[in-house]
């Protein structure tokens, strides 16, 4: 049987860049420290918190723990009517994902249990 190309097929022997190029390894550092900055660049910049959303911070944790609780319970709700409507693989992994706020809730509880009013 004949094959249909050669092997290995013939290639233009001209290349723009050579394998070991040292501008070639160049340029792909600073791209790659463009596009993908180091920790120590990412932890160097200052923060600048979002006031889109924010807590009231005269809020008193008992507040907050109330509100958590509430948070995480209507969130429980919701999951238990989408998990209605699935089958299969979906409606376990919503099932988990129940699972874990109640866990998150339970514990919420338990922090409002312990605070000292």
Do not use: C, W
Request: proline content about 9%; hydrophobic content about 40%.
């Amino acid at each position: 049987m004949i094959k249909p190309s050669p092997n290995p097929p013939n290639t233009d022997p001209i290349s723009p860049y050579e394998p070991d190029s040292k501008e070639l390894n160049e340029a792909a550092k600073r791209a790659l420290d463009f596009h993908f900055p180091s920790n120590a660049d990412i932890k160097a910049t200052a923060r600048t918190p979002s006031t889109m959303f924010s807590v009231n911070p005269e809020a008193t944790a008992e507040t907050l723990a109330v509100f958590l609780v509430e948070t995480l319970a209507s969130v429980d709700v919701m999951v238990h009517q989408l998990v209605d409507h699935l089958e299969g693989e979906s409606r376990h992994a919503l099932l988990g994902i129940s699972n874990s706020i109640m866990i998150a809730e339970i514990t919420a509880n338990r922090v409002l249990d312990k605070i000292e009013v």
